[in-house]
């Protein structure tokens, strides 16, 4: 097992490698820094010593050379535009975005179960086509659109909420309903999917035939086989407000590291820009690691070669 | 694995939870601007920046009153030319610097010299000390002399916008912790959330009503305009026309402002390409303009049309310079005319417009692309994030280019006609596509003169370039709009874009 | 989501239900019969009424600016109200739509062909190949789709071709990925075997045996995609990378009408609304296709799933 798991880290980390590469060349190919530091009316050859200043000026290899020689040291750089270390942005606005995450995940799966459930437990009936139905609605609807939407409602012609901003339980609501939408509904239909193979499986209904009843089947079985995939999914939906929150980070005024690396990259500072993706890839790749370690101490079949 | 993780997610948890603590006290307010200032140092020159800085935490040599331009005493209580070279400033008595160090000659020029050191890349010296070269020194205690190469007779607007820090501020890097003499001290910064200021006790003028003033920021304008309509803030800066509703204006929630900068559509007179090359289609896009209708839609009312690409109350405004009519008859028989001598008036012409540059930045040009196409022209739109379209500013006259205009909103808070020539007409200024001898010549003599010489010469260049030469089509003057709470109130004047005085808010009882 | 592995040794699932069959399964399944003539109206609505109404969706009008929904007064037109410009709503969403729609199906017809093809490859192959290929898939999944459509949109010109790229190099990994777990399991059935042992090549394997067994997975997963692109391509036209206006989509207009959230909140909602409505379809009819393209399953909901007695 632990054999295992350094593979993994191994592996991962030779991905991450590339992949920082990757950002590293691109991030520089959005353009020079220099045009929205400098004043607009600013001349070329005060550009010029600008870009000589940040070390801009040189090939794409050498600085890459001099980016690894400072990685080595964990040394990310500075933020062009707060002038503090590059990773500090990115360490202090990374927790945000987890919060949410870890708030909005188990909301998902709660409902997710619950709902999946229903679907499952009688599909064709009206009860059960309603939430199936109900989970498509979720699936379907941006995050953008709730979040404007409650803004409106909630906030603008109810008052009963904060239009933004971070602080109590209440600023908490919206972001999380925003967010928490789309993995409850395509949560709920992978249980639904699971249980309803299960529940019409032939061993099943041998089991029914020997008299067990429809709940006790539900909840032994069914639910069990849910179980994995409902992992499996969820850590890709955990994953993916992690690296995929800026949109409704941006409409709360939520300073989570979404927003912080859209910002850094509007405003061309490279530094934050690597350090926020590296500190978001290596959250994900632990997060995969993880789950797959989870998943396979649920699933009796799987064994670590 | 598990015991492992609970430490840091609960860390997490919490670190996210102990978000902003409600402000306890009456006589604080709550400011929600646009965006999150860069930085707070206050030798920087971004008006997100100085918002907050500027006449709170840091104050200037010589004030400067938006309205009319005149000039009065700030940290400066006097000042002299002194020969062609230098001028001499005495400063105030009994000011001390928030540290607690005292304000004197040598922390002055301390302050000034650094901000005009090259290094440091100060915003201020490179928008508003170009073209010379200043240095500064204690010629006694309360006295500091400042040398420059070439005359300068402007020299006191110039250190109007020009902010004093303390002498114990780095002079090698930027600063995230401003020290001024302000009305209000630099108390916290959370980055991503707010920023702090309070009273400072020991100001040397009057004393502020406002007891602390915390900065949050919201991108979108309703979100702005909501806060202030549900008490969570007191001004909102930069509120949409389409956010007001009407009974705002009626209360007073809503106010106003013009702002010193023109919107406009620049044109290309380097290298022009057909039909642009034509006065009279020049003339034509000017006159097929509605320019109160385009101020009523983009900024629902507040402006006014403008033929200059400044404001009227700036030096070198030409009073003799008609205003554009709204003529859409005229544009057509002028656009005929050219057709007719075989000017190609249906080329496709393209405004590169600047996503941002105002609220409503993309429907604004889509409408003056409609009144165009309306007199037979053949306009589209492309919309630019400001890096792109800095990059086509730049080479809008390389081979290849289609047929363009620029939107642009031209900014001049001096009052002084010459910042404007200089980057926007002269052969070297940054925002130039007009190589033209009189302008460059008359320009660079007018740089030298001062009083009533000066505005006569600035006078004449408005007149050349908006009667002979048609190098754009000025639009409107921009205005802006704050919204405030029932606590507050506050008269916002032309340079409120770039500079909320709290000291001037009033506290509703 | 895979094919169901309970076929006995030796019989091959090679052929795809029958179409009487699949139509079949609609009699069970309201919601998807009710999804689909969404869809077909939907296409309809919008290849027609961008010939009638294309123009109408750039006309400006001051005089009927911000109208609420339902001042049919002022014209038919208006019936979904206007917006800053006077401008139709209506004729908008008609004409976003087939952007949004045409750029999420291009982008999944795309994707969906090339990754399928990479994936079966890599599959097939195994080796030094399939390795390749899984650590480029798992850069991917680290990389944060938004920044990387971020930065790319930011390195090349903002044109539609750009964004229809971003969205291929977004989604390509989700079709390489399942078709490489599908290839994997039909590697080792006894029909591809006996191929191989017959001399048959690769290509002829891949494209004969091996394409027209996960060929409904893959549709199945394309349909839902659809759904999904249309998302992400929402998703970042609202953070200004994608669409560019005057251009219009869906997912632009809800992020153009959040600046009239209090003046004219139609113009957020009906867009919105669309992209909704629409995406509920696609998944129905997705979840319908997976079953109905997949005889064992479908046998199974439909003959046991109504009873309660069991």
């Not at chain 2, 200059?308 to 003799?320: A, K, M, Q």
């Given at each position: 097992m632990a054999a295992y798991i350094l593979r993994r880290l191994a592996y991962s980390l030779i991905t991450l490698a590339l992949f920082f590469a990757l950002i590293f060349v691109l991030v520089r190919m959005t353009g020079n820094p220099a045009d929205l530091y400098l004043p607009l009316n600013s001349t070329q050859e005060m550009r010029d010593a600008f870009s000589a200043r940040l070390g801009l000026d040189q090939p794409i290899y050498i600085q890459f050379g001099r980016f690894v020689l400072d990685l080595l040291r964990l040394d990310f750089g500075d933020s062009l535009v707060r002038g503090i270390p590059a990773m500090s942005v990115a360490l202090n606005a990374f927790p945000r975005t987890a919060a949410l995450a870890l708030v909005v995940m188990p909301i998902a799966a709660t409902l997710a179960i619950m709902i999946g459930s229903a679907a499952a437990y009688r599909p064709n009936s009206i009860a059960g086509r309603t939430a199936t139905l109900g989970a498509l609605v979720a699936t379907a609807v941006p995050d953008f659109w709730i979040g404007i939407m409650g803004v409106l409602w909630f906030s603008v012609m109810l008052g009963w909420l904060p239009t933004s901003g971070t602080g109590g339980w209440q600023y908490w609501v919206l972001p999380v309903l925003a967010l928490a939408a789309r993995p409850t509904g395509i949560l709920a239909q992978v249980v639904r999917g699971a249980m309803v193979q299960t529940l019409t499986s032939p061993y099943i209904k041998a089991a029914r035939a020997k008299g067990i009843s429809k709940q006790a089947l539900v909840f032994r079985h069914a639910f069990r086989n849910a179980t994995l995939p409902v992992i499996t999914v969820g850590g890709e939906q955990f994953a993916g407000i992690l690296s995929g929150a800026i949109v409704v980070e941006t409409i709360f005024g939520w300073p989570g590291i979404g927003k912080t690396m859209m910002d850094s990259i509007l405003q061309r500072d490279f530094a934050v820009v690597q350090a926020s993706a590296l500190v978001i890839a290596s959250s994900i790749f632990l997060l995969n690691i993880f789950i797959d370690i989870l998943y396979a101490r649920l699933d009796p079949r799987i064994s670590f070669k | 694995m598990r015991n492992r993780l609970i430490l840091p997610i609960s860390l997490a948890v919490f670190m996210a939870c102990a978000g902003t603590a409600p402000l306890a006290a009456d006589d604080s307010i709550v400011v929600v601007l646009p965006e999150e200032p860069q930085s707070l140092e206050l030798c920087e020159s971004g008006s997100s920046i100085r918002r907050v800085t500027?006449?709170?935490?840091g104050e200037p040599l010589v004030q400067r009153d938006p309205d009319t331009q005149t000039l009065s005493e700030g940290l400066a209580v006097s000042w002299t030319q002194d020969g062609d070279t230098a001028w001499q400033f005495d400063i105030r008595e009994g000011v001390s610097f928030h540290d607690g160090s005292a304000l004197d000659a040598e922390a002055v020029a301390t302050s000034l010299n650094r901000t005009w050191n090259e290094d440091l890349a100060c915003g201020v010296a490179q928008q508003y000390f170009q073209g010379n070269t200043y240095s500064a020194s204690a010629v006694d205690t309360m006295t500091v002399r400042i040398e420059t190469d070439t005359l300068d007779a402007i020299l006191p607007l110039r250190l109007s916008f020009l902010a004093i820090s303390a002498p114990a501020t780095s002079t090698t890097e930027k600063s995230a912790a401003p020290i001024g003499t302000g009305p209000y001290s630099f108390t916290e910064w959370v980055r991503g959330e707010h920023i702090t200021l309070d009273r400072f006790e020991d100001y040397w003028g009057e004393a502020p009503q406002v007891a602390q003033v915390q900065y949050q920021w919201r991108q979108e304008s309703a979100i702005r305009a909501a806060m202030v309509q549900t008490g969570e803030a007191d001004l909102a800066l930069s509120v949409a026309s389409q956010d007001v509703l009407p009974e705002d204006r009626d209360t007073g929630r809503a106010v106003s402002f013009a702002l010193p900068a023109v919107t406009l559509l620049r044109f290309d007179l380097v290298d022009p390409l057909e039909p642009l090359n034509d006065i009279r289609v020049r003339r034509a896009v000017n006159l097929a303009i509605d320019r109160q209708g385009f101020v009523d839609v983009v900024f629902d009312g507040q402006g006014s049309p403008a033929n200059?690409?400044?404001?009227?109350?700036?030096?070198?405004?030409?009073?003799?310079v008609p205003q554009w009519e709204y003529d859409p008859e005229e544009a057509r028989r002028l656009i005929e005319e050219a057709r007719a001598d075989g000017v190609a008036v249906d080329n496709e012409i393209v405004i590169f417009g600047r996503l941002g540059v105002y609220e409503n930045a993309t429907e604004s040009m889509e409408l003056v692309a409609a009144m165009l196409n309306e007199v037979g022209l053949n306009v589209r739109v492309e919309m630019l994030a400001l890096q792109a379209w800095l990059g086509v500013l730049r080479s809008s006259y390389e081979p290849g280019r289609p047929t363009n205009m620029m939107q642009q909103s031209h900014e001049n808070v001096t009052g002084d006609a010459v910042f404007t020539f200089n980057p926007q007409y002269t052969a070297s200024g940054p925002f130039s596509a007009l190589r033209d001898d009189f302008v460059n010549e008359h320009v660079a003599a007018a740089q030298g003169l001062s009083g009533e010489e000066r505005a006569e010469a600035l006078r004449e260049i408005s007149h050349y370039l908006y009667t002979e030469v048609i190098p754009d089509a000025p639009i409107a003057v921009t205005s802006s709009t704050m919204m405030l709470s029932d606590a507050i109130s506050y008269d916002p004047t032309p340079a409120s874009f770039e500079e909320i005085v709290i000291g001037d808010i009033v506290l509703t009882p | 989501m895979s094919v169901s592995a309970q076929n006995p040794p030796g019989e091959s699932t090679g052929s795809k239900p029958t179409g009487g069959y699949v139509l079949a399964s609609l009699r069970h399944d309201p919601l998807a019969v009710g999804a689909l003539i969404y869809i077909a109206l939907l296409v309809l609505v919008l290849v027609g009424g961008s010939v009638v109404l294309g123009e109408m969706a750039a006309s400006q009008n001051l005089r009927m600016r911000n109208l609420a929904p339902g001042a049919l007064e002022a014209g038919w037109q208006y019936l979904l109200g206007s917006d800053s410009l006077g401008r139709s709503v209506l004729a908008r969403i008609v004409v976003g739509g087939v952007r949004t729609l045409g750029v999420a199906f291009t982008t999944v017809v795309i994707a969906s062909v090339i990754g399928t093809a990479i994936g079966i490859y890599a599959g097939y192959r195994g080796g030094l190949a399939d390795n390749l290929v899984m650590r480029v898939a798992d850069i991917s999944l680290a990389f944060p789709g938004i920044l990387l459509a971020v930065v790319l949109l930011y390195i090349f010109p903002p044109a539609l071709t750009t964004v229809i790229v971003v969205l291929i190099v977004n989604r390509l990994p989700l079709y390489i990925r399942v078709s490489r777990a599908e290839t994997l399991e039909v590697r080792e059935r006894l029909f591809v075997s006996a191929a191989r042992v017959l001399g048959a090549s690769t290509w002829r394997i891949a494209t004969r045996h091996v394409l027209p067994v996960i060929a409904p997975t893959i549709l199945t997963v394309a349909t839902l995609d659809v759904a999904v692109v249309m998302l992400v391509e929402s998703s970042l036209s609202f953070l200004?990378?994608?669409?560019?206006?005057p251009s219009i989509s869906w997912g632009l207009m809800v992020a153009d009408g959040r600046r009239y959230l209090r003046a004219a909140w139609w113009l957020t909602f009906f867009p919105g609304l669309a992209i909704i409505l629409t995406g509920i379809a696609i998944n129905l009819v997705s979840n319908w296709l997976r079953v109905a393209l997949d005889p064992v399953q479908a046998a199974r909901l439909h003959k046991h799933g109504d009873d309660d007695g069991q």
């Open positions: - | 500027q006449h709170n935490v200059h690409v400044f404001s009227p109350s700036t030096i070198g405004y030409d009073e003799t | 200004g990378m994608g669409v560019q206006p």
